[in-house]
């Protein structure tokens, strides 16, 4: 459930009509919700009640200081995978302890930065990278905690894009070869083994192939036992789906349920942390991209409605051909009805936000495009020399501006033009 609604006909954030924030921070413009945020955020930890767990949100969903400093307050952990994202947790006041480090390609300055500040743990991705923070570790005269990324093969069902705990993925260590890069763990100085790691993929909406996950990674774990390795705790990733289109994915209630269930088998699971990822299931329904209809632009075989916002605002339509809603803001006008592709400014035939969507609109009419709170804003470019979006949080009946537009000038800086010719140009 979000707060997103009707309310007389016009749609609300919370208490606050969405044409309001248009008028005040101008379109194409994220909105996201702090009670929403709030709500999912908590879904999770009330999910796991009494079971020891960190819910590390991912900060690669939705990046801004508000939502991290705003799920730092409600007592998350954060899912990292750049030092980028590392200072903006830093930046948000959110705990390095309570940090986890994913990622298939961790540079040394990045583990060096992510060991000075004492992060909970490096989820490693293979053996090369193991003894890369081990060296790192030994230099700074430290010990750095870690968790085996595993590749369990499963098929989470999920766009090919997003799905990556299969045996073609890139991500983790097969989980064939893990109990051996354990052992090898085991003997480094500078490496302390902590926990065990997986995500399989994203927008999963089914049980099914988490609990597959996790029995694969029960029965690496009894192995490892039986060699006197122990870990403090579990990572099952993130992946939980969201409804974009209908979709019913199961909420954390039945997803914690069903792991607590399958784990509660397993001797000494009460003492194991659990820990999660999620990114999409807490930031997705709690934000939509506001943009404004510019032209319609009826045609012989379709008719397009051309918006203010484009592929570079939000790229997931074009790039895994994602269906998000998209409503009018204001519904209390009579409008005629046709079927729209929504499309923006960029050149090229990709740029569009959706395809085929029933809409009853006149230009200057303000849409809301919805579940755009995860990998929304941060997927954003500057293409077309287009500037990002501001980004709002609504909070009851206020708005807070928590980033503002940027400016032309800004696209820019740091660029140089040549050096003036140093006339010799007979
Ligand atoms: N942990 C790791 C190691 C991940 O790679 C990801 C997402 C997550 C956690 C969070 O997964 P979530 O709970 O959000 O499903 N840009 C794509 C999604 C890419 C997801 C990449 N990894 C999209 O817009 O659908």
């Known amino acids: 459930m979000d707060h997103f609604e009707y309310r007389n006909g016009v749609l609300h ?32 930890t009330e999910a ?22 705003l799920l730092a307050r409600l007592g998350a952990g954060f899912d990292i995978v750049s030092v980028g994202e590392l200072e903006r947790v830093l930046a948000a006041g959110g705990d390095p302890a309570r940090v986890v480090f994913s990622g298939v390609a ?41 968790s085996l990324r595993v590749n369990p093969d499963v098929d989470a069902g999920t766009h090919p894009y997003i799905s990556t705990g299969l045996k073609d993925n890139k991500f983790g260590i097969p989980v064939d070869e893990a109990f051996e890069v354990y052992q090898h763990a085991a003997c480094l100085e500078h490496v302390q083994v902590a926990g065990l790691d997986c995500h399989i993929g994203s927008q999963l909406t089914e049980v099914a192939p988490f609990l597959d996950a996790l029995d694969r990674l029960l029965t690496l774990l009894e192995r490892l036992r039986e060699v006197g390795i122990e870990v403090d705790h579990l990572d099952l990733g993130g992946g939980l789906g969201v409804p974009y289109q209908g979709e019913n994915p199961p909420q954390p209630f039945d997803y914690a349920s069903a792991l607590l269930e399958r784990l509660s088998r397993w001797p000494g699971s009460e003492r194991l942390t ?44 074009s790039l895994y051909q994602a269906w998000q809603a998209i409503l009018p803001v204001d519904t209390r006008q009579a ?35 919805r579940s755009a709170g995860a990998y929304g804003f941060v ?10 979006p501001p980004e709002v949080m609504v909070d009851g009946e206020q708005m807070h501006l928590v980033r503002r537009r940027e400016r032309l000038e800004e696209l820019w800086a740091g660029e140089a033009t040549l050096p003036a010719e140093g006339g010799d140009a007979s």
């Open 13 to 44: 954030g919370e208490d606050v009509d969405l044409g309001q924030v248009a008028e005040a921070y101008g379109t194409p413009c994220y909105v996201y919700s702090r009670a929403t945020l709030t709500r999912h955020f908590r879904a999770y």
């Open 48 to 69: 796991l009640g009494g079971h020891p767990h960190l819910i590390c949100y991912a900060i690669k969903a939705n990046s801004n200081l508000a939502v991290l400093d």
């Open 335 to 369: 409008r005629d009805t046709r079927t729209y592709d929504v499309v923006g400014p960029v050149c090229e035939t990709g740029d569009f936000l959706g395809k085929d969507r029933q809409l009853a609109i006149a230009p200057g009419d303000l849409l809301a495009v």
């Open 106 to 146: 961790k540079q040394e300055n990045e583990m060096a930065r992510a060991l000075e500040v004492g992060i909970k743990c490096f989820n490693v991705e293979s053996r090369a990278e193991l003894d890369r923070l081990n060296a790192v570790a030994r230099g700074l005269g430290r010990v750095a905690p870690v």
């Open 274 to 317: 659990l820990l999660f990822e999620p990114g999409r299931s807490i930031a997705a329904n709690a934000g939509v991209m506001l943009t404004r209809v510019e032209f319609l632009k009826p045609g012989e075989t379709r008719n397009f409605a051309i918006v203010d916002a484009a592929m570079n605002d939000l790229i997931r339509p």
């Open 379 to 388: 997927m954003a470019s500057n293409y077309n020399s287009r500037p990002r």
